[in-house]
C-alpha cells in the first residue's frame, strides 16, 4: 500500500519536475529569441534551411491537401447548415469554426507529421553521435546555433502555412456557397465580413505561433534526452510525439477557453 | 535556371506576407476600420438587453454597431452607436430604433426607417428605443397554454382518482354491469331478467300472438276497401262515369254564358244612348225656359211701357 502512495508520488513529482523543466527551457529559447547576437551568419543559414525543408519543400502537397481536404470540409458543413436550416449561422461557422479552429489545426498536424518528427529525430541522432558535444568543445552556442532557428522556423511556417490554408478556404467556400445556397460573391463577402471579428484572427494567429514554438521545441528537448546508445532514439522519438500531440491538445483547450472568456 | 535556396524561402515568406496582409486589410477595409464614424446617441429607460459591441442591422445588414452605455442623471439609458460614413444615409430623422431580443440568436439594435427622403437625424438628437423581446413574447404566449394544460392536469387527475376510488362511478357501474351479466346468464330470455316472472313472460308471449291475429285481420279488411276504392275509382273517373259528363256540361254552360256576355253588352249600349238622350232633353227645356223667361221681361216692359202713355199703341213684332 505504501509502495502505491510512494510510486504515484514519484511520477507526479517527475512530471511536474519535467514540466518546470521544459517552461525554463522554453523561456531559456524564447529569451535567445529577441537577442540580436544569437542572429549569426551560420544561424541565419540554419534557419533559411529549416523554413526551406518545412515550408517550401512542403507547399504544393500542403496547398494540394488544404483545396482537397477544406473544400470536402466545408462542403459538407455548408450542407449540413443548410439541412438543418442553420443558414443564418452560415458567417459565423465559416470564420469561427473552419477559418480559426480547423485550418490552424490541420496546419499544425501536417507540420507535426512531417518535421516535428524529423527534428526530433535529428536531434537524438546528433546526441547519439556526440555532435551536440563536439559543438560544445568547439564553443558553439547549441541553443543559438540549433534550438533557435529550428523554433523560429516552426512560428514562421505554422503561422503562413495557416494563413495560406484560411485563404484557401474562404476561396473554396465562395465556390461552394454558389453551389450549394446559390450565393453571389458579394453576399458571401458581405456575410463574411459581418461574421469576421478581428479578436479571433488576432488570438488564431497567437495560437499558430504557440503551435509553432512548442511543436519544435518539444521535440528537441526529447531528442536532446537520448543517450549515446542507438536504442534510445525511438524511445525519445516517440515520447517527443506524444507530448508534441498532448501540447496541441492543451494549447487547442486554452484557446477555445481564451474565446468563450 | 535553377532558382536558389535563399531565393526559394524569400519569395514563399515574401508572397505569403503580402497575401496574408492584402487579406487582413481588405476585411479591415470592408469592416470599416478606415472610414469616418457618425456618432449617434439613442436612449431607453432600461439597460437590460444592451450589450458594448451590438450590431445595429438596416434591413438584415450590419451597418455600425454600439460603442457605449451611459447613464444619464435622470436615470435614463445613452447608448452611443457609431455608423461609417457610407451607411449613415439609412438613418434618417425618422428612423425608428428597436431593439430585437430573439429567442436565439444575440440581440440587435434594427433600425427601421420608412420614408428614406426625410432628413438625416441630428447627431444631437436622443430618440429612444423600442424594446421587442421574444423571450417575453414567448413566456407571454405560451402562459395562457400553460395554465390550460394545468387545468387538464388537474382534471385528468381528479379522473383517475375517481377511477381509483373503490366506491368512485366506475367501481359501482362496473359491479352493476356485473351483477347484470351474471343475472342474464342465469335467465331463458331478456324479457324474464326485466320482468322477473315467468307467468308474465306467458301472458305477454299469449298477448303479441293475438296481435299477431288481429294484424292478420286488418290487413284482409285493407285488401276489401282497396278493392271498393277501385271500382269507385272507375266508376267516377272512367271514361262513362260522371266526371267527364259534368265537364261537358260545365263546357255548354260556358260558351253560353259567352253568348248571353254580348247581349247584356249591347244592352249596356242602348242604356248608355238612352242616357245621352235625356241629357239633350235637359239642355232643350233649360233653352225653352230661357226663351219663355225672355219673353216674360219682355211683356212686362211692355206692360210698363203701356202704363205709362196713353192709348197706346204698338206694334207686335
Known amino acids: 500500500m505504501m509502495s502505491f502512495w510512494e510510486n504515484l508520488g514519484r511520477r507526479v513529482i517527475q512530471m511536474l519536475t519535467a514540466f518546470a523543466d521544459t517552461i525554463v527551457f522554453a523561456g531559456k529559447v524564447f529569451i535567445r529569441i529577441f537577442r540580436r547576437k544569437t542572429y549569426s551568419s551560420a544561424m541565419r543559414e540554419v534557419l533559411l534551411n529549416q523554413i526551406y525543408f518545412t515550408s517550401v519543400q512542403i507547399l504544393p502537397v500542403f496547398l494540394m491537401v488544404s483545396i482537397l481536404f477544406g473544400s470536402l470540409l466545408i462542403g459538407i458543413v455548408f450542407q449540413l447548415l443548410k439541412e438543418f436550416g442553420l443558414t443564418g449561422f452560415f458567417g459565423h461557422v465559416l470564420m469561427g469554426l473552419i477559418v480559426t479552429e480547423l485550418s490552424p489545426l490541420l496546419t499544425v498536424l501536417l507540420i507535426t507529421l512531417r518535421s516535428a518528427a524529423a527534428i526530433n529525430t535529428e536531434m537524438a541522432v546528433m546526441k547519439v553521435n556526440r555532435e551536440i558535444k563536439t559543438l560544445e568543445m568547439f564553443r558553439i552556442d547549441v541553443i ?37 445556397f446559390g450565393m453571389s460573391i458579394d453576399v458571401y463577402t458581405n456575410i463574411l465580413l459581418n461574421a469576421t471579428n478581428f479578436s479571433d484572427i488576432l488570438i488564431a494567429l497567437f495560437k499558430c505561433a504557440i503551435y509553432g514554438f512548442f511543436i519544435t521545441l518539444i521535440p528537441i528537448r526529447f531528442g536532446l534526452r537520448a543517450s549515446h546508445e542507438l536504442t534510445s532514439i525511438p524511445i525519445v522519438v516517440s515520447q517527443g510525439m506524444v507530448n508534441v500531440f498532448a501540447a496541441i491538445l492543451i494549447i487547442e483547450v486554452l484557446s477555445l477557453l481564451t474565446k468563450l472568456l | ?57 438596416f434591413s438584415g445588414f450590419n451597418i455600425g454597431k454600439v460603442q457605449a452605455l451611459e447613464l444619464n442623471e435622470k436615470g435614463i439609458v445613452l447608448i452611443k452607436i457609431k455608423i461609417p460614413d457610407r451607411h449613415v444615409k439609412w438613418i434618417r430623422s425618422d428612423s425608428a430604433f428597436i431593439l ?25 438628437k436622443i430618440p429612444e428605443v423600442i424594446i421587442v423581446n421574444d423571450i417575453n413574447d414567448a413566456i407571454a404566449r405560451i402562459e395562457p397554454a ?79 276497401v282497396d278493392k271498393m276504392a277501385d271500382k269507385t275509382d272507375s ?26 256576355d254580348k247581349t247584356i253588352d249591347n244592352i249596356n249600349k242602348i242604356s248608355s244612348d238612352t242616357s245621352e238622350g235625356t241629357k239633350d232633353l235637359h239642355i232643350l227645356r233649360s233653352d225653352i225656359d230661357d226663351t219663355l223667361k225672355t219673353v216674360e221681361d219682355a211683356v212686362k216692359k211692355l206692360d210698363a211701357i203701356i202704363g205709362l202713355k196713353k192709348a197706346p199703341e204698338f206694334k207686335v213684332p
Open chain 2, 1 to 57: 535556371m535553377t532558382l536558389s535556396r535563399e531565393f526559394k524561402v524569400g519569395l514563399f515568406i515574401g508572397c505569403t506576407a503580402i497575401i496574408v496582409v492584402l487579406a487582413l486589410l481588405y476585411l479591415a477595409a470592408g469592416k470599416g476600420v478606415f472610414e469616418n464614424l457618425h456618432a449617434f446617441t439613442v436612449s431607453s429607460k432600461s439597460g437590460d438587453g444592451f450589450t458594448e459591441g451590438m450590431p445595429v442591422v
Open chain 1, 144 to 180: 543559438d546555433y540549433l534550438l533557435v532557428p529550428r523554433v523560429i522556423n516552426g512560428i514562421i511556417s505554422i503561422v503562413l502555412l495557416s494563413s495560406l490554408c484560411s485563404i484557401v478556404l474562404l476561396v473554396s467556400g465562395t465556390l461552394f456557397s454558389w453551389l450549394i
Open chain 2, 235 to 260: 266508376e267516377i273517373y272512367g271514361k262513362d262515369g260522371a266526371l267527364p259528363q259534368v265537364n261537358v256540361i260545365l263546357k255548354d254552360i260556358v260558351g253560353k254564358l259567352q253568348k248571353l
Open chain 2, 146 to 224: 400553460l395554465e390550460r394544460v394545468t387545468q387538464i392536469a388537474d382534471n385528468v387527475e381528479r379522473l383517475t382518482s375517481n377511477l381509483s376510488d373503490p366506491k368512485g362511478d366506475l367501481h359501482r357501474i362496473l359491479s352493476n354491469a356485473g351483477k347484470i351479466t351474471t343475472n342474464l346468464a342465469s335467465k331463458k330470455s331478456l324479457v324474464e331478467m326485466v320482468v322477473s316472472d315467468e307467468e308474465s313472460v306467458k301472458a305477454l308471449n299469449d298477448s303479441l300472438k293475438k296481435l299477431k291475429d288481429i294484424t292478420t285481420n286488418v290487413d284482409r279488411i285493407l285488401t276489401k
Open chain 2, 100 to 124: 430585437y431580443r430573439p429567442l436565439i440568436g444575440s440581440a440587435r439594435i434594427v433600425v427601421n426607417t420608412t420614408n428614406l427622403n426625410s432628413p438625416p437625424l441630428d447627431e444631437k
